[in-house]
Antibody, heavy 122, light 107 residues
Framework: QVQLQESGPGLVKPSETLSLTCTVSGGSVTSGTYYWTWIRQPPGKGLEWIGYIYYTGSTNYIPSLKSRVTISMATSKTQFSLRLSSVTAADTAVYYC??????????????WGRGTLVTVSS | SYELTQPPSVSVSPGQTASITCSGDKLGDKYISWYQQKPGQSPVLVIFKDNKRPSGIPERISGSNSGNTATLTISGTQAMDEADYYCQAWDSSTAVVFGGGTKVTVL
């Protein structure tokens, strides 16, 4: 049974870089079937898609964050990462990693991690 | 950019039917997915490709999509259905887009 687990610092200072890792247990990010995705949710607000990476290394990001976001795969084949630079308080959110299916055109997320809260504060 | 609009809240009595709408331009030409999120938990996929249920999702949860509106229907609503529900679609210009979410309250 495949599971996703986010990890990383829970507190990041303004203007610094947020870095999170998603570990895929029971599976591999190089399977060629799925799109490995980051989604965030500010406290009390809705879901916002950040971007995804395919096993080929191709990526797609939400336009509003594109200049600050990098999603990459680790050499371990069971992890992928999110980096978000120049963070502000507006980036405070629960960050989820998720598995995307039938991307593009259909694009749904059938498996989610438990999420990790990242607070941007000095 | 493409937008999906949901009502902020829907109230339903136990045993009755709850309908949650999601509106967008020519939404019927796209595939819609729906997610259920209970407080403090991750979202769970309940409908994909407009009306398909993942394994483990009860038959009383169904979906439809036509014209500019998609609808998630919960029949025989139970207390356990109280949650936030989000619609989601793919758009060629925006990629993945989520609706703002609807809080379903079972009175």
């Amino acid at each position: 049974q495949v599971q996703l687990q986010e990890s990383g610092p829970g507190l990041v200072k303004p203007s610094e870089t947020l870095s999170l890792t998603c570990t895929v247990s029971g599976g591999s990010v190089t399977s060629g079937t799925y799109y490995w995705t980051w989604i965030r949710q500010p406290p009390g607000k809705g879901l916002e898609w950040i971007g995804y990476i395919y096993y080929t290394g191709s990526t797609n990001y939400i336009p509003s964050l594109k200049s600050r976001v990098t999603i990459s795969m680790a050499t371990s084949k069971t992890q992928f990462s999110l980096r978000l630079s120049s963070v502000t308080a507006a980036d405070t959110a629960v960050y989820y990693c998720a598995r995307g299916v039938d991307v593009p055109m259909v694009a749904y997320f059938d498996l989610w991690g438990r999420g990790t809260l990242v607070t941007v504060s000095s | 950019s493409y937008e999906l609009t949901q009502p902020p809240s829907v109230s339903v009595s136990p045993g009755q039917t709850a309908s949650i709408t999601c509106s967008g331009d020519k939404l019927g030409d796209k595939y819609i997915s729906w997610y259920q999120q209970k407080p403090g938990q991750s979202p769970v996929l309940v409908i994909f490709k407009d009306n398909k249920r993942p394994s483990g999702i009860p038959e009383r949860i169904s979906g439809s999509n036509s014209g500019n509106t998609a609808t998630l229907t919960i029949s025989g609503t139970q207390a356990m259905d109280e949650a936030d529900y989000y619609c989601q679609a793919w758009d060629s210009s925006t990629a993945v887009v989520f609706g703002g979410g609807t809080k379903v309250t079972v009175l």
